[in-house]
């Protein structure tokens, strides 16, 4: 067999040793699971995005709270983010305004609250498996790392049974092992991108979630005076 014919990508790939081929297995397993976080998380953020726009645009059209308060609840199966945000914080605010008891510091206490509560359950959804995407990324060239050295090992010892060691004969080994750490990049470079992306997306989501609850309770407040 020729060098051109055991250099290319699938005889490398079916002479590698047991452990290389294993490391080969487990890292496009990480690959294509990333990739399907990567398209399920990207289609997720938009989503979210594109819904925030749209009811940030219907809300500070000056529609009557009323109106958009019960389109939230009406019709929760196309409700954003922020729309949950707004329905939580309109619901308590209902809550506690006939209450006679209570003043309008700790009505205005209460509406952050319950904001704040249905933010941290939706900013948690949009982070969730972010942190595998991360993971992807730092990992993989490391265990491709693993592959290679172990592939670059085995190829040496095989050169100890040899009388003669040239380069057509350690070629294919290290060649072989270095695929490892290929497939490794492989992994991990899209993931890196998507983490860093998803992340920045999400920053940018959760501070104009902020930003409206922070003025949606100052309205509140206003309509308690």
Do not use: C
Request: hydrophobic share 50%; charged share 20%.
């Amino acid at each position: 067999m020729n060098i051109t014919q055991d250099l290319s990508i699938l005889e490398l790939v079916s002479n590698a040793s047991l452990v290389v081929k294993l490391v080969m297995l487990l890292l496009m397993v990480v690959s294509l699971m990333s990739w399907y976080w990567i398209f399920r998380k990207g289609f997720a953020i938009r989503d979210a995005r594109t819904r925030t726009e749209k009811f940030e645009r219907d809300f500070w059209s000056g529609g009557d709270l009323n109106n958009l308060y019960q389109s939230a609840i009406n019709d929760r199966h196309s409700t954003g983010a922020l729309e949950r945000v707004f329905e939580a914080g309109y619901r308590e605010f209902t809550k506690l305004r006939g209450q006679n008891t209570l003043d309008h510091s700790a009505v205005v206490a209460g509406i952050r609250r319950a904001m704040r509560a249905t933010y941290q359950r939706e900013l948690d959804d949009l982070d969730s498996h972010l942190a595998f995407l991360a993971s992807v990324g730092s990992v993989s060239p490391y265990v491709g790392l693993f592959g290679t050295v172990w592939g670059i090992m085995h190829a040496f010892r095989g050169l100890s049974n040899m009388s003669t060691a040239t380069l057509a004969a350690v070629a294919p080994g290290i060649a072989e092992a270095l695929v490892a750490t290929a497939i490794g990049l492989f992994a991990a470079i899209p993931a890196v991108v998507a983490y860093n992306r998803f992340a920045h997306d999400v920053d940018r989501l959760s501070v104009r979630f902020e930003s409206f609850m922070e003025e949606f309770a100052n309205i509140l407040q206003r309509q308690l005076r």
